[in-house]
């Protein structure tokens, strides 16, 4: 009770929508890189798609390596879901380190 007390309190609702709208807003902006296909962002799940399986698998040895810890699908996708309590500092300092590693990559 005391978990659904706190993801329900008014303070945590309005830090989460500003959370979800970094992360979405982070999220769509990796479609720019050419070896992205499209991505998929609701709340704070979203999917990588890649044009081709062996850019998400180095990719995912490379998130892994970073210290992020995505889901990986054993195909051209990699899903990612955060806490839903990291602070924005976070996820912006996550998205930046995935940016470079997809920009390494291509």
């Given at each position: 009770?005391a978990?659904?007390?706190?993801l329900?309190?008014e303070?945590?609702?309005?830090?989460?929508?500003?959370?979800?709208?970094?992360f979405?807003?982070?999220?769509?902006s990796?479609e720019?890189y050419?070896c992205?296909?499209?991505?998929?962002a609701?709340?704070?799940v979203?999917?990588?798609?890649?044009?081709?399986r062996?850019?998400?698998?180095?990719?995912?040895v490379?998130?892994?390596?970073?210290?992020?810890?995505?889901?990986h699908t054993?195909?051209?996708?990699i899903?990612?879901?955060?806490?839903?309590?990291m602070p924005?500092?976070v996820?912006?300092?996550?998205?930046d380190t995935?940016e470079?590693?997809?920009?390494?990559?291509?």
């Amino acid at each position: 009770i005391a978990n659904m007390d706190f993801l329900n309190h008014e303070d945590f609702q309005e830090e989460l929508c500003q959370r979800v709208g970094v992360f979405e807003r982070r999220m769509k902006s990796l479609e720019k890189y050419n070896c992205v296909d499209y991505v998929n962002a609701r709340g704070m799940v979203g999917a990588i798609l890649f044009h081709e399986r062996n850019i998400s698998d180095k990719v995912v040895v490379d998130m892994v390596y970073n210290g992020i810890m995505p889901v990986h699908t054993w195909s051209k996708s990699i899903k990612i879901g955060p806490p839903l309590t990291m602070p924005v500092s976070v996820i912006e300092e996550v998205f930046d380190t995935i940016e470079k590693i997809i920009s390494d990559i291509g």
